[in-house]
T-cell receptor, first 114, second 112 residues
């Protein structure tokens, strides 16, 4: 069964450092998303990406964040200068269509900023 | 704006008992609703989805949910809980832009 894969599963980084979280969406999907889940809290939307550009972003997704689809398969989230409060589980998701199909989630990357 | 509210952050049931996890939604347009399950240290797995085809939706692992427009609810049920159902459950509504808005989640514990 096709799945969304994320690497790495865990990342520890020092405050101020840049991190890149990687995702390989399901191959025929067109819509890509990043969400985050701070420990003990709900899953929050960060950004959606379609047709090689950001289609929507939340207020969380400020200038320190960026997304890219560098080739036909990978979808990355870059955090430029990490802060302690960026520590969270980051989930990538993809879907075939915008509305009436489900989004498939990856297993997540646990980011710890120290 | 669309939103979901999950009543009860923790629900505890005995093995074999009925599971009922509550979700109410707010939406000015016909909603697309989803239930996801998250096992410890894992990602989000789709349990079931409502996309206006049928009000009673059956999902995986014996779960089902009923869409009730008059009550703006989409509660998740399972007739008989199993130990393996212990997890966190999230109700979500899909916005017109495509992204999901999640509820705060309900942690289900199953006692032997």
């Amino acid at each position: 069964e096709p799945e969304v894969t994320q690497t790495p599963s865990h990342q520890v980084t020092q405050m101020g450092q840049e991190v890149i979280l990687r995702c390989v969406p399901i191959s025929n999907h067109l819509y890509f998303y990043w969400y985050r889940q701070i420990l003990g809290q709900k899953v929050e939307f960060l950004v959606s990406f379609y047709n090689n550009e950001i289609s929507e972003k939340s207020e969380i997704f400020d200038d320190q964040f960026s997304v890219e689809r560098p080739d036909g398969s990978n979808f990355t989230l870059k955090i430029r200068s990490t802060k302690l409060e960026d520590s969270a589980m980051y989930f990538c998701a993809s879907s075939e269509a915008r509305l009436n199909t489900e989004a498939f989630f990856g297993q997540g990357t646990r980011l710890t900023v120290v | 704006a669309q939103s979901v509210t999950q009543l009860g952050s923790h629900v505890s049931v005995s093995e074999g008992a009925l599971v009922l996890l509550r979700c109410n939604y707010s939406s000015s347009v016909p909603p697309y609703l989803f239930w996801y399950v998250q096992y410890p240290n894992q990602g989000l797995q789709l349990l079931l989805k409502y996309t206006s085809a049928a009000t009673l939706v059956k999902g995986i692992n014996g779960f089902e949910a009923e869409f009730k427009k008059s009550e703006t609810s989409f509660h998740l049920t399972k007739p008989s809980a199993h130990m393996s159902d212990a997890a966190e459950y999230f109700c979500a509504v899909r916005r017109s832009q495509g992204n999901l808005i999640f509820g705060k989640g309900t942690k289900l514990s199953v006692k032997p």
